[in-house]
């Protein structure tokens, strides 16, 4: 689910890399006044790895193939540092995978780091009261966020060219193939929250 | 005597249907259709994801190398994911190829050199090629070991401030 590079106008692609340097910026800035920035980096930089990893696994939903994007778990996880996380790794996928542009590196940034953030939030929010509910909300909602960014963008971006009922027809097919994933990217931040609460206290995020 | 006349009467046919002719085009006379073959130099595409599998069913959108702006011609692949076009031979250069579908796709140039009766030259640049697993396995485990790197050294900075 990564916008590639000569589909879309250029004014949007700028305006993709504004809005994404803005939000770098603004995480940055907040990471920098925390007690201690570099406590989390341990965990920024391994889940960065992880979050670059997922994205060649192909996982076949006919007719097409979805990749995890755990924007949910990246952002409840890590909170600030899930802009700076996904922004590199976006950047080395669009690189080494092909996975996205380089021109579209901002709108890519601004489709999955601003639902993380998102989820962040929804889950402090719920956490103290429901954890588990909480952490499937917060895993769901960041996934279908993203989709829906994505597809408006899409919508947004369509030349005069492309033949808009075929595309959106294709896009209902994609976003219909992504239900799964939306619901198992939920389930997916519950059981991690799960089992780092019991293997590695240390490693959960402060509510 | 008797042949004036019918020479007369054929002539004014002729001259109706030489009328009826140069008035009405050839192709409307009656529904006539003709076909005719020519062999032009073509080219497929294949479009594909980078898992190898066919991008089946995807828009595609030429541009012309002297018109970028307005598309010369558009299409559907098939389920195969392939594309077949015959570029114009009297525009070569560098012709714009655009699959797309459902927000995913690629754009590709091919070079079409001029047809001075052998076959143009193509060359493909852009759309990129699949990665195949070993690659892939490798990009992941060094991005992986950088990570990790990364990971150690935070921890271990922070070891040394605890402990001084």
New interface residues.
Partial sequence: MHLPDGLLPVGMAAAGYAGSAALLGLSLNRIARLPDPGAAMPRAAMLTAVFFAVSSIAVPVPPTTVHPMLVGLMGVLLGWFAVPAILVGLFLQAVLFGHGGLTTLGLNGLILASPALIAWVVWRALAPRAPTVAAVIAGSGAAALALALFVTLVLLGLPADVDGAAERAALGVFVFAHLPLVLAEGILVAVVLRVLARVEPGLLPDG | MTARPDSVGSGGVALVLAGLTAFAPLPALGHAALVEAEMVAAIRLHAQ???G?PM????V?LYAPDNPA??WA?G?TDPAGRYLFAPDPAVPGRWTV?V????????AYIDVGADDGAAPVVAVAGG?GP?GPLQ?AV??AL??W???G???Y??R??RVHAST
Avoid: C, K
């Fill in positions: 994801f980078d898992t599998e089946a069913a995807a828009q959108i307005q598309a558009r559907t655009q797309r579908q459902a927000g995913h796709g690629a754009v990129g990665t892939r990009m992941v991005v992986a950088g990570a990790l990364t990971a150690l935070f921890r900075r922070r």
